[in-house]
């Protein structure tokens, strides 16, 4: 089970709910059922593949789910900026 899952199970959601939350966040003129019609396939996504989804979403939705994103850099001697 992924941290993404286990998160939304901690809230006690579904996809749903999630869905519904995201949509506040990135499209907040939608309705709620609006919300669910447009980004319930990315929740599902996201929470089946997270590895294969947008940065930029799943930061979004540990947000949502009330976890913070932290990026760790291993080996800072080898990076160029």
């Avoid at 966040?25 to 709620?32: N, Q, T």
């Avoid at 599902?44 to 947008?54: E, F, I, V, W």
Wanted: glycine residues 8%; hydrophobic residues 35%.
């Amino acid at each position: 089970m992924s941290v993404l899952q286990k998160l939304l199970d901690e809230k006690d959601w579904n996809i749903s709910d999630l869905a519904r939350e995201y949509g506040k966040h990135e499209s907040p003129e939608l309705s709620g059922d609006e919300a669910i019609k447009k980004y319930g396939s990315l929740m599902r996504k996201a929470l089946s593949d997270p590895d294969h989804t947008k940065h930029g979403t799943v930061k979004r939705l540990i947000e949502i789910l009330g976890g913070e994103l932290v990026v760790r850099v291993k080996r800072v001697n080898d990076m160029s900026f």
